[in-house]
């Protein structure tokens, strides 16, 4: 669950205990039940003093050593590497960043072995706004290449399908046109059939 302007509280509630999620960044507030809370901005932790009452895993990147480890470290996030490409990374101790947080997301959905995957918030547009909370304050904004974005999504399409691994789209003003659209409802009916 990313942070797109087409995520609603309503469609958020819908997955609570029927399925895994992964809460990437202030998305969060709309899950506090989700099984993870992934971001991996330093600086998003800090602003948000490390998130002390999620309870969950919280899980941010490292791409190398330094100061950031030890920080994260005590207070209680946990780290995976990262290494900038636009694919999928095979990897269990590694993710590729695709330059964005939901890919990232993504990778590690699929490294924990999801076959069903369902995309919430994943808009690459900015049609309706930068997020469904408005924008980061100040220090926290950044450029958003929206076609880099998706190239990464669109590199993992193959990837997922030889892999057995379904994608759907359940945002619906989304750009990212490589997987099926469904509604939230309907693709959590549907994994229930198949």
Known sequence: MATGPSVTATEVEKLKGKCHVI???DSYRLA???????AADHKWWKH??????????????VSGPGGWCQEATRYGLSLIKTRHAITLSFDPTVIHTGWNSAFQALNIA?????TRILL???????????????DHPPGLQRSSPYSTFKRAFTEAAPIMAE????VVNC???SALD????????DALRECLIT
Do not use: I, Q
């Not at 699929?110 to 999801?114: D, E, H, I, P, S």
């Open 120 to 134: 919430l918030g994943v808009d690459l547009n900015n049609r309706h706004g930068s997020h469904w909370f408005g």
């Open 171 to 173: 945002s619906p003003t």
């Open 48 to 61: 948000h003093s490390y998130c002390p009452t999620f309870a969950k895993e919280r899980w941010s990147s």
């Open 110 to 114: 699929y490294l924990r072995g999801a």
């Open 23 to 25: 809460a990437v960044n």
């Open 163 to 166: 892999t057995g691994v379904k």
């Open 32 to 38: 506090p039940w989700a099984d993870m809370l992934y």
């Open 178 to 185: 490589c997987y099926p659209v469904m509604g939230v409802a």
